[in-house]
């Protein structure tokens, strides 16, 4: 089986769910092709050539793709699908806006966020948020799929020595879809999806002012900063902070939620944590129900003791 993945990358570096979705792909078959579309990433192609079971890059370098765009992305992977069984990407922003185009190019109904692999037409997801996985076969001939990265182990970026070869751009798309501007936030502190310590605010940590508490407590310790959707939606921080079913995936070594109170949707965000500590004055908080450590107490009283504690 040739098995064909998206690289996520930002022209610059190779996001590190590509290794994680490069081990889904080895699972399924021996011949891993690592697709790189972008603009100047040549570097993110090597990067992809060094990575551990992957045979051969496919890099599209062109002007056309700087920001990559899922309309324009989609129509160049659907031109080379015929020499793939199966094509992968990670279940994040970028693959759940891309895949589905290709399926829907190749008349392909993709399965998404797939936290195994049981064969190289059967997989398992979760849905109803993670409180039940569901097996599912495909009987379709290319099989198009999102794999959740902190379901896999992430593939060695070194080790390997993948041939690199140059790919045409695909057919002009016509312009259905163009760039107009971007806003990112810029941090120091460790991305999100893949860090050691994440700490989380919700709801009731109650302001955009006293979210600060959060922050001085994640750079003691190096962590990075999540919130619920409850905390994003009442506009105490950006929505790329946001963890959960409609955020972010996280799966770090340690989960610190304060003033969360454990929705169903937040919990489908961070539950496969390896340690999730608790802060909540309600002892009734579904969070302590998945939490490993919990302490029923006023976070305004916690947080700035634990903080000077750590300086």
Sequence with gaps: MAVLVVAEHDNKELKPSTLNTVTAASEIGESVTVVVIGAQCREVADAAARVAGVRQVLVCDDARYEHQLAEDGAVLIASIADDFSHILA??????KNLLPRVG?????????DVVRVQSQDT????????????????????KVVTV????????????????????????????????????????????????RVVVSGGRGVGSAENFQLIDRLADRLGAAVGASRAAVDAGYVPNDY?????????????????????????????????????????????????ADYGLVAN??????????ALD
């Design 90 to 95: 990670p279940a994040s922003t970028f693959g």
């Design 104 to 112: 829907a190019l190749l008349d392909v109904s993709p399965i998404s």
């Design 123 to 142: 997989f398992v997801r979760p849905v109803y948020a993670g409180n039940v996985m569901a097996t599912v076969q495909s009987g379709d001939e290319k």
């Design 148 to 195: 959740r990265p902190t379901a896999f182990a992430a593939a060695d970026a070194d080790g390997g020595a993948a041939t690199v070869s140059e790919l045409a751009p695909a057919d002009d798309t016509g312009g259905i879809s163009r760039f107009v501007s971007q806003e990112l936030t810029k941090s120091e502190r460790p991305e999100l999806t893949g860090a």
């Design 242 to 290: 946001q963890v959960g079913q409609t955020g972010k995936v996280v799966a770090p070594e340690l989960y610190i939620a304060v003033g969360i109170s454990g929705a169903i949707q937040h919990l489908a965000g961070m539950k496969d944590s390896k340690v999730i500590v608790a802060i909540n004055k309600d002892e009734e908080a579904p969070i302590f129900q998945v």
């Design 299 to 308: 976070l305004f009283d916690v947080l700035p003791k634990l903080i000077d």
